[in-house]
């Protein structure tokens, strides 16, 4: 059977690399959500609906026969002054957990950031921690260290997420998505190599957060890169997540 | 030298726990603020700034001069709606931060709750873990689990402490407050035996917060309870805080 699936955000950065990997994907059923309407020259492959992410009447209506959410509206910028991600990725991300649970849905895949543990690149341990030979790793099990408001915005949607799974059932798995880039990152760029998520890796992980059974998770988003400060076997081991790129292949 | 010291939600239930015991504590300079304005019965030890704690330019204001902030306004209530904890409990954490960081002030104790990790407490593992034989025990080094969104609220200001510490080096301590309550509690109520903070205790341990030295702490706020499932050695170590009430002394 289909699953119907709402990805919120969905002319995003994440979202449209999510629907390059997966429009053909038979099996789902898309309704996509973005406070922008769509551009003219691109084809979804779902119903489109023009709203945003704060307006709960409008989320509520857009949550109805939906089998999972890949939430990933709100102010993408890690420099994010509080005013926006206030209202746009805490009290958005609130109202489409709540809209979830009362809708009956299933599963809620949350678009959480790397800045939610940016705080953990300390001048102690950097530039030490983004080489290879390193051992210092994050597993999704810290508590958060968020490097900016954007990262505390993100911080509070996993809590949201551990709320609306514990108190109603709710399956939520928050990606802490590393940096998505088309292209491979310079190969001089240390943090960025460590931190790559490539286009087809991230279509394929929110592919698995829609097909995977869980309770409540948290899991790091980049690539199987040589370099790397985040553990992706969390990923692997719930998800099922098996990328296919590294940032070392060529740079 | 007096520090300054400001009181925000001075007229709630452990505001007044506070300054009962350390209103006649020479070294401090108080500064109170709630949103209400004092009772006519009731002799305060200081300044009254009767303004709301999302009130921007009051909150600066306030803030103006101070060493040490004991953050206690917010909606109390376990029950609050997210329309109220977001702006009262959230946006107004964050506003007070902010504004210490802004002033120059080198502390900041926050009074998060008990109902930050409220979802630990599993129909697996009560009524056990109210006993004293029983090894269940959190610390503060756990992840937060809320029980509700009064607890999504605690946990936020605990996420945002961490944030303008690391950021700007503000001290901050998150004290988990347990069941504040004048008399001990019923000796049948298990769980309220475990949670119990005395008022003598509550002011002790928050004075300590203002005396002591640390960089960012959560800890828990109990008395030495027999039975407990919180940890006080965190607050024992960082804090020097000495608890001289049992829930088992009498009942």
Chains 1, 2 share one sequence.
Not at 76 to 84: D, L
Request: overall charge negative.
């Amino acid at each position: 059977m289909a699953q119907s699936v709402l990805l919120t955000g969905a002319s995003g950065r994440v979202g449209q690399a999510i629907l390059e990997g997966l429009a053909d994907e038979r099996e789902y059923e898309w309704r996509l959500l973005d406070r922008d309407p769509p551009t003219g020259d691109r084809d979804y492959p779902g119903e489109f609906v023009v709203a945003d992410i704060t307006d709960e009447e409008a989320v509520r209506e857009a949550m109805e026969g939906i089998d999972a959410v890949l939430h990933l509206a709100g102010d993408p910028r890690k420099t994010a002054p509080w005013e926006s991600v206030l209202p746009n990725n805490i009290d958005g991300t609130q109202t489409v957990y709540e809209a979830a649970v009362d809708a009956g849905v299933d599963k809620v895949a949350f678009a959480s950031s790397n800045h939610a543990v940016g705080a953990y690149e300390t001048d102690e341990r950097t530039p030490d921690m983004y080489r290879e030979d390193d051992e210092f790793q994050l597993d999704g099990t810290e508590l958060p260290r968020p490097g900016n408001l954007y990262g505390v915005s993100k911080a509070t949607g996993e809590i949201l997420g551990r709320y609306y799974h514990d108190e109603y059932g709710l399956s939520v798995v928050c990606v802490r998505i590393g940096n998505l880039t088309k292209d491979h990152p310079p190969i001089d760029y240390e943090r960025g190599q460590a931190m790559w998520l490539s286009h087809r890796d991230c279509a394929h992980l929110f592919d698995r957060c829609i097909r995977a059974e869980y309770d409540y998770e948290v899991v790091y988003g980049i690539s199987d890169n040589d370099r790397k400060y985040y553990s992706i076997e969390r990923a692997r081991e719930v998800l099922g997540y098996e990328p296919r790129d590294n940032s070392a292949d060529h740079g």
